[in-house]
């Protein structure tokens, strides 16, 4: 499982899981880290035992597991979805976040 998805980071560059740790099917909206619950690592440090972590923190906080790898830097967190960008943007801000992603455009916006 850690190797198909560090391969699929590799090719789409992130990745949204539902609390089953399977790729989230969300088209619409924007994602949102929350603050507090980001990681920084090594795509190699990445394991079985740290996602069912977040899948767990996930299910608490009404989430999902968020991925993205930017300059060889894994980001894992818990992430929220909501409809509008003006939310999601102050939920940003609130949240100290250098960026959203939009479902429906995928691509990264910075704060």
């Known amino acids: 499982m850690i190797r198909e ?7 789409q560059g992130g990745a949204t899981l539902n609390t089953d740790l399977e790729h989230a ?8 880290s ?5 990681k920084t690592l090594k795509p190699g440090d990445l394991s079985l035992e740290m996602l069912n972590e977040y ?3 996930a ?8 991925l993205w790898l930017e300059d060889n830097i894994l980001y894992l967190d818990i992430s ?7 939310v999601a943007m102050y939920n940003a801000k609130k949240n100290n976040q250098k960026a959203i992603y ?5 691509k990264t916006i910075y704060v």
């Open 55 to 57: 899948k767990h923190k």
């Open 25 to 32: 099917d969300l088209n619409h909206g924007y994602m949102v």
């Open 5 to 11: 998805l560090l391969n699929h980071l590799d090719a």
């Open 59 to 66: 299910q608490d906080l009404g989430g999902y597991v968020g």
């Open 80 to 86: 929220t979805v909501h409809y509008s960008y003006r």
């Open 34 to 38: 929350l603050q507090g619950h980001e």
């Open 102 to 106: 939009d479902l429906a455009n995928k």
